[in-house]
């Protein structure tokens, strides 16, 4: 399994200066030159699934917002081992910072799965 990952990054010290669309245009930037890159992994078989998954530091408290409910947490044991890490794109366009990169499970990992 393979795993691509964003990574977001807003810079705070902007504080409420900070456009939505301002966001909007760094981000969509980002995205179109992804679609432009060259492929990194092999295509996948037709009885392939994906998912996609979001990671915070802590999850809002349940008693204090329905949107807690809504998140399910997902197994942090899944890895093991730390992954290889393949770089794939980053972008610093104040006051966002992005960066995509593939993780990939270690060997190690391969041989005991």
Partial sequence: ???FIFKLLVNQSFGSKVEESDLEFSLRSFLIKLSVSQPLTTVLPRDCRWEI????RSL???STSK???MW???DTKQWQQPPLITPIKSMNSEPLGLQL???????AE????
């Fill in 60 to 62: 809002p408290q349940v």
């Fill in 101 to 107: 990169y593939l993780e990939h499970p270690s060997p």
């Fill in 1 to 3: 399994m393979e795993r």
């Fill in 72 to 74: 399910i947490p997902t």
């Fill in 53 to 56: 998954m979001a990671y915070f």
């Fill in 67 to 69: 949107d807690a409910e």
């Fill in 110 to 113: 391969l041989v005991s799965g």
